[in-house]
């Protein structure tokens, strides 16, 4: 496995690869490693000759009350798990190498971007675009992993490629989950051992809304008034939103009759926590 931290010699590793006829699996992560991340390097391990891994806690898509500073960083350990993963390459630039003096361009998606995250973190998803599409550029790979936890995310990915004709392949990975249902996230680290027992409410609630569309209940409004009850039972937290959304386009429904998914994001402790499940698919 190498490692890299300037962009011209990544940029000749991945190229290197692609000139020997091999394929190259690009997985983006913001580090603090967890069985999330892994499944992401596995999967592009299985469909990749070689798996390029980017470190990177991305100061553009956090807003200025967030918690940039406070992200989690443990170099060493993700070094040790992309090995032990089987990645080839790992990227792992400075703020300043990747943003240097005088840097001016944003890629902005529109319509996707605009409910969901996008409404309460407001610039979120153009720093995300902007940093895969560099990054796309600096590991220009043939293929890119990225989970549905991030849902919304990876459809504004999915969209930026096919407008803009990025000749890379997206692949979306499943989510991965804790034992209690509670999907892997690296800011999972700081909820205390009740706000971490508390956590499971989300996706609990999103199983059960789920078995309840299976079971032919359809209106949102009283689905989604289940779930955000429930999910307040379990104790102190904060809902940004919780929606039942087109699986394709994001939009709300009123009726869940067709492919969709239940995405929330809420506030226990200090973390603001995302999670989604597919009905009707
Ligand atoms: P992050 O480091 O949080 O920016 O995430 C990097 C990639 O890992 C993104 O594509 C995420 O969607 C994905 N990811 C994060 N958590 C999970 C999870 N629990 N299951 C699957 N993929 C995940």
């Known amino acids: 496995m190498k490692v890299f931290n300037e962009i011209e010699a990544c940029y000749g590793a991945v190229r290197d690869v692609q000139r020997r006829g091999g394929r190259v699996g690009l997985v983006p992560t913001m580090g603090a490693l967890h069985e999330g991340h892994v499944s992401l390097i596995e999967a592009a391990r299985r469909r990749s000759d070689s798996v390029a891994v980017t470190i990177f806690v991305n100061p553009t898509q956090f807003g200025p009350n967030e918690d940039f500073e406070k992200y989690p960083s443990d170099t060493e350990a993700d070094l040790a798990a992309c090995e032990a993963s089987g990645a080839d390459i790992v990227f792992t630039p400075s703020v300043e190498t990747l943003y240097p003096r005088g840097f001016e361009t944003t890629i902005h998606v529109s319509g996707l971007t605009e409910g969901l995250c996008g409404a309460h973190r407001p610039g979120h998803f153009d720093g995300v675009t902007t ?13 890119a992993f990225f989970g549905e936890k991030d849902y919304q995310q990876l459809l504004v990915i999915r969209r930026m490629v096919r407008d803009l004709n990025l000749p890379v392949e997206i692949v979306a990975c499943p989510i991965v989950r804790e034992k209690d249902g509670l999907a892997c996230s690296s800011r999972n680290r700081y909820l205390s051992p009740s706000e971490r027992s508390q956590a499971a409410v989300l996706s609990r609630a999103l199983f059960s809304a789920r078995d309840r569309i ?24 904060k809902i940004d939103y919780v929606e039942i959304v087109d699986a394709e386009t994001l939009d709300s429904l009123t009726e869940v009759d067709r492919p969709a998914r239940i995405v929330l994001a809420a506030r226990i402790g200090p973390c603001r926590l995302i999670d989604n499940v597919a009905v009707k698919e």
């Open 131 to 143: 940093i895969v599409a560099k990054l796309l550029n600096i590991l220009p790979a043939d293929a």
């Open 214 to 237: 299976a079971a032919g209940h359809k209106r949102v409004k009283e689905l989604v008034a289940r779930i955000r009850a429930e999910i307040l039972a379990a104790g102190p937290a």
